[in-house]
Protein backbone atom coordinates (compact mmCIF):
# COMPACT_ATOMS: atom_id res chain seq x y z
CA UNK A 1 0.00 0.00 0.00
CA UNK A 2 1.19 3.70 -0.78
CA UNK A 3 2.43 5.48 2.49
CA UNK A 4 3.18 9.09 2.84
CA UNK A 5 4.66 11.32 5.11
CA UNK A 6 4.20 15.00 5.15
CA UNK A 7 6.97 17.57 6.18
CA UNK A 8 7.68 21.06 6.03
CA UNK A 9 5.15 22.38 8.17
CA UNK A 10 5.99 25.37 10.68
CA UNK A 11 4.80 28.67 11.69
CA UNK A 12 4.81 31.59 9.84
CA UNK A 13 3.77 35.11 9.39
CA UNK A 14 0.87 36.44 7.26
CA UNK A 15 2.21 37.32 3.91
CA UNK A 16 5.12 34.47 4.04
CA UNK A 17 5.60 31.24 2.59
CA UNK A 18 6.18 27.82 2.68
CA UNK A 19 6.76 24.53 0.71
CA UNK A 20 5.39 20.84 1.79
CA UNK A 21 6.75 17.67 0.78
CA UNK A 22 5.10 14.58 0.48
CA UNK A 23 7.41 11.74 0.01
CA UNK A 24 6.22 8.04 -0.77
CA UNK A 25 7.05 4.76 0.20
CA UNK A 26 5.74 1.48 -0.47
CA UNK A 27 4.98 2.01 -4.23
CA UNK A 28 6.26 4.12 -7.34
CA UNK A 29 4.37 7.48 -6.65
CA UNK A 30 3.71 7.91 -10.60
CA UNK A 31 0.86 5.53 -10.27
CA UNK A 32 -1.49 7.84 -8.16
CA UNK A 33 -2.87 11.18 -7.95
CA UNK A 34 -1.95 12.49 -5.34
CA UNK A 35 -3.99 15.38 -3.06
CA UNK A 36 -3.36 18.21 -0.29
CA UNK A 37 -5.95 18.25 1.99
CA UNK A 38 -5.99 20.17 5.19
CA UNK A 39 -8.11 20.62 8.67
CA UNK A 40 -8.42 23.36 10.42
CA UNK A 41 -8.96 23.41 14.36
CA UNK A 42 -12.56 22.54 14.85
CA UNK A 43 -13.18 21.92 11.13
CA UNK A 44 -13.52 19.07 8.80
CA UNK A 45 -10.93 17.94 6.23
CA UNK A 46 -11.02 20.08 3.10
CA UNK A 47 -9.23 19.38 -0.32
CA UNK A 48 -6.69 21.92 -1.27
CA UNK A 49 -5.08 20.89 -5.05
CA UNK A 50 -4.66 17.59 -6.49
CA UNK A 51 -2.24 17.46 -9.44
CA UNK A 52 -2.23 14.13 -12.04
CA UNK A 53 0.00 11.53 -11.97
CA UNK A 54 2.01 12.74 -14.99
CA UNK A 55 1.82 16.33 -13.38
CA UNK A 56 0.38 17.61 -16.40
CA UNK A 57 -2.99 18.49 -14.71
CA UNK A 58 -3.96 20.43 -11.29
CA UNK A 59 -6.89 21.72 -9.56
CA UNK A 60 -7.39 23.97 -6.59
CA UNK A 61 -9.79 24.96 -4.53
CA UNK A 62 -10.92 28.35 -4.31
CA UNK A 63 -9.67 29.53 -1.52
CA UNK A 64 -6.32 28.55 -2.60
CA UNK A 65 -6.27 29.32 -6.01
CA UNK A 66 -3.09 31.75 -6.88
CA UNK A 67 -1.56 31.34 -3.67
CA UNK A 68 -0.33 28.02 -3.74
CA UNK A 69 1.34 25.43 -6.21
CA UNK A 70 1.46 22.04 -6.23
CA UNK A 71 4.10 19.76 -8.33
CA UNK A 72 5.49 16.64 -7.69
CA UNK A 73 8.70 15.02 -9.14
CA UNK A 74 8.35 11.19 -9.50
CA UNK A 75 11.99 10.34 -9.69
CA UNK A 76 12.08 11.74 -6.34
CA UNK A 77 8.78 9.49 -5.31
CA UNK A 78 8.17 13.58 -3.88
CA UNK A 79 4.78 15.83 -3.97
CA UNK A 80 5.06 19.68 -3.29
CA UNK A 81 3.38 22.06 -2.00
CA UNK A 82 4.20 25.75 -2.51
CA UNK A 83 2.00 27.91 -0.73
CA UNK A 84 2.38 31.93 -0.55
CA UNK A 85 0.28 34.83 0.55
CA UNK A 86 -0.53 32.49 3.51
CA UNK A 87 -3.18 34.11 5.52
CA UNK A 88 -4.32 33.16 8.94
CA UNK A 89 -6.80 31.17 7.84
CA UNK A 90 -4.52 28.88 6.39
CA UNK A 91 -3.63 27.57 9.83
CA UNK A 92 -4.22 23.96 9.40
CA UNK A 93 -2.55 20.52 9.51
CA UNK A 94 -1.57 19.35 5.97
CA UNK A 95 -2.11 15.94 4.98
CA UNK A 96 -1.10 14.34 1.57
CA UNK A 97 -3.20 10.93 -0.02
CA UNK A 98 -3.73 9.48 -3.03
CA UNK A 99 -6.25 9.84 -4.66
CA UNK A 100 -9.05 8.45 -7.22
CA UNK A 101 -11.36 11.20 -9.04
CA UNK A 102 -10.34 13.48 -6.34
CA UNK A 103 -11.23 11.33 -3.37
CA UNK A 104 -8.85 10.47 -1.06
CA UNK A 105 -8.29 6.40 -1.28
CA UNK A 106 -5.35 5.34 1.64
CA UNK A 107 -4.96 5.73 5.49
CA UNK A 108 -3.57 9.21 6.29
CA UNK A 109 -0.66 9.82 8.04
CA UNK A 110 0.16 12.70 10.78
CA UNK A 111 0.24 15.38 8.65
CA UNK A 112 2.43 18.54 8.97
CA UNK A 113 0.64 21.55 11.23
CA UNK A 114 1.31 25.02 9.33
CA UNK A 115 0.70 28.00 11.39
CA UNK A 116 -0.12 31.70 10.04
CA UNK A 117 0.40 34.19 12.44
CA UNK A 118 1.35 37.77 13.43
Known amino acids: QLQLVESGGGEVQPGGSLRLSCVAS????????IGWFRQAPGSGREGVAC????????TYADSVKGRFTVSRDNAANTVYLQMNSLKPDDTAVYYC???????????WGKGTLVTVSS
Open 97 to 107: NGVVALVPVYD
Open 26 to 33: GEILDGYG
Open 51 to 58: ISRRGDSS
